[in-house]
């Protein structure tokens, strides 16, 4: 089975640095996304991790360590529309993605 | 990018009615299609795989006769809710991956209300 944790919600500041930590549990593993969701939209990617390490694109950066089943998405020089809920999601076999809960983080001034 | 189309994007209907939700990959050929479900506040939950010429796997407690899943071509897959009741409402996503395996792309979703 899979099992996907990540903090329910955040808070910070604008143009602070965040990082939102997933871990997870799985039977099979591929590969480990983060994706972004704003209310009442499908997701959008951001990120996706399958060696261990730290992959970085612009404002986001993903860090993947597979011997601890542990991931986190690093945002810095926050902005107010990056309020968002943060998907961390694993891949396993068959190309199946499971989701862990999402992080919802609030932006504040 | 890869685009990832969705129709309708939102719809109501009365209890006891299908609804047909298609899902299209625009600019690739899609070999799977995934299908999830989101009720409001929480993530997306997995209902089925479906690859292209074949049948769907559903997830476990999924009910295969209620959700019918057809994959007919590389771009398109649907979703039909059969006899929809109150519980159903929710926001129903696909996605579409090619054919590199870490590809999948989301369309932006279906927002059933069943009255």
């Known amino acids: 089975g899979q099992n996907i944790d990540q903090p329910t919600e955040m808070t910070a500041t604008e143009g602070a640095i965040v990082q939102i930590n997933c871990t997870y549990q799985?039977?099979?593993?591929?590969?480990l996304f983060w994706y972004q969701q704003h209310a009442g939209e499908a997701p959008t990617f951001l990120s996706y991790n399958v060696l261990d390490g730290l992959e970085e694109k612009g404002r986001f950066s993903s860090f993947l360590s597979r011997s601890k089943g542990y991931s986190y998405l690093l945002l810095k020089e926050l902005q107010m529309k990056d309020s968002a809920s943060y998907l961390c999601a694993v891949q396993g076999g068959y190309q199946k993605v499971t989701f862990g809960t999402g992080t919802k983080l609030q932006v504040i001034p | 990018g890869a685009v990832v189309s969705q129709h309708p994007s939102w719809v109501i209907c009365k209890s006891g009615t299908s609804v047909k939700i298609e899902c299209r990959s625009l600019d690739f050929q899609a070999t799977t299609m995934f299908w999830y479900r989101q009720f409001p506040k929480q993530s997306l939950m997995l209902m089925a795989t479906?690859?292209?010429?074949?049948?769907?796997?559903?997830e476990q407690g999924v009910e295969k006769d209620k959700f019918l899943i057809n994959h007919a071509s590389l771009t398109l897959s649907t979703l039909t809710v059969t006899s929809a009741h109150p519980e159903d409402s929710s926001f129903y996503i696909c996605?579409?991956?090619?054919?590199?395996?870490?590809?999948?792309?989301f369309g932006p979703g279906t927002r059933l209300t069943v009255t």
């Open positions: 996605s579409a991956s090619g054919f590199k395996s870490y590809e999948q792309y």
């Open positions: 479906s690859n292209e010429g074949s049948k769907a796997t559903y």
């Open positions: 799985t039977s099979g593993f591929n590969g």
